[in-house]
C-alpha cells in the first residue's frame, strides 16, 4: 500500500503522534514528501503565571523562558523525525505553527496538494498527559484530501 506520494503528517512526538509517523512512512511510495506540522497549541500563550509573577519583568523572563523551552523541544521533535524520514529515504519538510490544532491542520492542507493527511487518535482515557486534541469528527468534513486517524496503539 505504498502510493502516497506527498503526505500532511500531524505529529507532535507523543506515543500516539509516533503510531501516526510509523504509518506515514508505511503509506509512502518511493522518494516521497512527508511535510510534518506540529501545532503549538494557542493555550501557551496564556502561561504567563500571571497569578503569582505580578512583576512585568518577571512575567516576560518567564514567557521567554517558556518559548525556548518549547522551541527547544518542538526543534528536537523535528531533528528526530527528519532524521528518521531521511533514513527510509524520503524527503522531509516541516511546518511549525501556533494555534488551534484543527484549524491549523484545515489551513496547511490547503497549502499543498497533499495526497493523504495522517494523524494520530485521541489519547485515552486514563493516558496521562495534555489534552489539546483535534476535533476530529469537523476535521474530515473540511479537508479535501483524504484523512488517516491513526488508531492509539496499544501498550
Do not use: F
Amino acid at each position: 500500500m505504498q502510493t502516497a506520494h506527498h503526505v500532511l503528517l500531524a505529529s507532535h512526538g507523543t506515543e500516539g503522534a509516533q503510531a501516526a509517523e510509523r504509518m506515514a512512512l508505511s503509506v509512502c511510495a518511493e522518494g516521497a514528501e512527508i511535510h510534518h506540522l506540529i501545532v503549538v497549541p494557542d493555550l501557551w500563550q496564556g502561561m504567563t503565571g500571571d497569578d503569582w509573577l505580578n512583576n512585568g519583568s518577571t512575567r516576560d523572563t518567564y514567557r521567554r523562558y517558556l518559548e525556548s523551552e518549547l522551541g527547544r523541544e518542538v526543534d528536537q521533535e523535528c531533528e528526530r523525525l527528519r532524521k528518521e524520514i531521511e533514513t527510509q529515504g524520503l524527503r522531509y519538510s516541516k511546518e511549525i505553527v501556533v494555534g488551534k490544532p484543527d484549524e491549523c491542520l484545515i489551513k496547511a492542507s490547503k497549502s499543498g496538494q497533499y495526497d493523504l493527511v495522517v494523524m494520530g487518535s485521541p489519547r485515552p482515557k486514563g493516558k496521562k498527559g495534555l489534552r489539546s486534541r483535534m476535533a476530529t469528527k469537523s476535521l474530515a468534513g473540511a479537508l479535501a484530501t483524504p484523512l488517516l486517524v491513526v488508531p492509539y496503539p496499544n501498550d
